[in-house]
């Protein structure tokens, strides 16, 4: 008799996660795993068919009202059989009374819409390249000089909840560059480029307008080697975000439906030109 187990994830487990979003083509950074569990470490699922690891999901929780979904993966032997399902109803059981966002593959958009989900926007991926040489700026500053406090407020107009233990993480995890830039010597915008499975991808990049955020995408695509893939996650609801990931010769690779299960956050899409990671939000 098979016994199919449902339990937590340790931070050696989601590794696992890792690597089988590698498998279905999302591209994981290099060093998600560490920035992923210190978000959150009750927050990442594992279903277990006679030990063996069959299905796994994420529910990352944000203060007290809001949490994001991600890494829902059932090895594709085992799809088809109700496995995922029993593991996505017992991670959302986890999550009652919050808000919950998730960006899903496109294709899976009506199966959301029947667990309560609603569509809020598309989010595009671009590829290009990286190894532009710029003249140095003297706004572009490392966020390493940068009081962190200072950031955290900055960044909190982005996201619908507190993550300041993820953003710490995030902007000083291995094989990554997080800049900002200065306007009248007070914070405009920032962005982090790290490495992923292929190449690199720019998430988040934040900027007060289009012409800051022109400035720091081509800081941090010079910051790779020429010819190496770069990504960048654009929210649809910010034209300004399109044209500039199209006016760098930049393609459509991938797409997904940002959803939510209660009200759509009320965010600054015309200062949103990347979004942070898939997985977290």
């Known amino acids: 008799m098979t016994e199919y187990l449902i339990k937590t994830m340790n931070r050696e487990e989601i590794d696992l996660a890792i690597a089988w979003a ?9 060093h998600d795993a560490d920035c992923f569990y210190t978000a959150d470490p009750n927050g990442f699922w594992v279903g277990l068919l006679d030990n063996e690891p069959i299905s796994v999901l994420s529910t990352v929780k944000y203060g007290d009202d809001f949490a994001f979904l991600g890494f829902y993966i059932v090895k594709p032997e085992y799809r088809g059989q109700g496995y995922g399902f029993k593991l996505w109803n017992t991670a ?10 998730l960006d899903g593959v496109l294709a899976q958009q009506e199966n959301y819409e029947k667990s309560g989900f609603q569509f809020a926007h598309r989010n595009i991926r671009y590829e290009g390249k990286g190894g532009i040489e710029v003249p140095h700026q003297k706004e572009i500053i490392e966020l ?21 233990s993820f953003l710490q993480c995030w902007i000083n995890q291995p094989e990554s560059f997080a800049l900002g830039i200065l306007e009248n010597s007070q914070l405009a915008g920032y962005g982090v480029i790290r490495a992923c499975q292929t190449g ?18 081509l800081a941090l695509q010079s910051k790779i080697k020429p010819d190496t893939p770069i990504f960048l996650d654009t929210p649809e609801v910010n034209p300004t975000a399109i044209k500039l990931a199209e006016r760098h010769g930049m393609k459509i690779v991938f797409e997904t439906a940002r959803m939510y299960t209660r009200n759509i956050p009320e965010l600054p899409f015309e200062r949103w030109f990347g979004v942070t990671t898939f997985e977290l939000g």
Request: glycine residues 10%.
């Open 22 to 30: 590698a498998l279905e083509g999302w591209n994981p950074g290099l």
């Open 92 to 101: 959302l059981e986890s999550l009652k009374g919050r808000n919950i966002g």
């Open 144 to 164: 390493k000089d940068l009081t962190f406090d200072y950031l955290c407020v900055y960044n909190g107009a982005f996201f619908p909840s507190d993550r300041t």
């Open 200 to 217: 690199y991808k720019i998430g988040p990049l934040f900027a007060d307008n289009e012409t800051l955020a022109e400035s720091l995408f």
